[in-house]
């Protein structure tokens, strides 16, 4: 079956520093993974999407100087947050789909920032 | 987002009883998916719709093949453990990017 893996599942960093988290599909190639943000009580905000052979399209508020995401290859995508403050705690979920299916999403990354 | 919306935001049913979600796209959506949130945030996939019905136990889930512009899960017989925040994501004809309704906090009680 289709399984996306994120990691890694919670992470606490100091306010100003950066994290990085990981995305990996397995049994299925991932030629487009997009990362969204759930905010505490709010619903999943797309901070970006990445397809093979294009570019990353980043949503409005969020940029890659922000949130720089690498997809090398059909299994893994990762994205860093750099300077991370107050405002950049949530859940960070990774959705991984071949073509224009369905779309599965990882346990996702939960960060916390003091 | 706007693009998708999400009604009730909160229910509360007793068990045994059934009740029917709905998300309505302001544009024409080429699928839409259901989710369910559990406690530690992890999204269940329910269903991926590009058209038709789809029926899985007590849950059934609709969309509209026509005009592409709503979605609805219905639940029946509700048990305790239907609980949590119900999704809906849709993606736009020609555009890989899901947009996510606000969800649905459905607590089933006793």
């Known amino acids: 079956g289709a399984l996306v893996y994120q990691y890694p599942r919670r992470t606490i960093c100091k306010s100003g520093t950066s994290m990085r988290m990981e995305c990996q599909a397995v049994?299925?190639?991932?030629?487009?993974v997009a990362w969204y943000r759930q905010s505490p009580q709010k619903t999943f905000e797309l901070i970006a999407l990445?397809?093979?052979?294009?570019?990353?399209?980043?949503e409005q508020n969020f940029t890659q100087e922000k949130f720089p995401i690498s997809h090398p290859n059909l299994s893994f995508s990762s994205m860093t947050v750099l300077n991370a403050y107050l405002e950049d705690r949530g859940l960070y979920l990774c959705?991984?789909?071949?073509?224009?299916?369905?779309?599965?999403f990882g346990p996702g990354t939960r960060l916390t920032v003091l | 987002g706007d693009q998708v919306e999400q009604s009730p935001s909160a229910l509360s049913l007793h068990e045994g009883t059934d009740s029917a979600l709905r998300c309505n796209f302001t544009t024409t959506m080429r699928s839409v998916q259901w989710f369910r949130q559990n406690s530690r945030g992890s999204l269940i996939s329910l269903f991926y719709?590009?058209?038709?019905t789809k029926e899985n136990g007590r849950l059934k889930s609709a969309f509209d093949s026509k005009e592409r512009r709503y979605s609805t899960l219905h639940i029946r017989d509700a048990q305790l453990e239907d609980s949590g925040t119900y999704f809906c994501a849709a993606d736009e004809t020609g555009n890989y990017k899901y947009v996510f309704g606000a969800g649905t906090r459905l607590k089933v009680i006793a």
């Open positions: 049994g299925f190639q991932a030629t487009s």
């Open positions: 719709l590009a058209s038709g």
């Open positions: 959705g991984a789909r071949t073509g224009g299916y369905e779309q599965y």
């Open positions: 990445s397809t093979v052979n294009s570019a990353i399209k980043y």
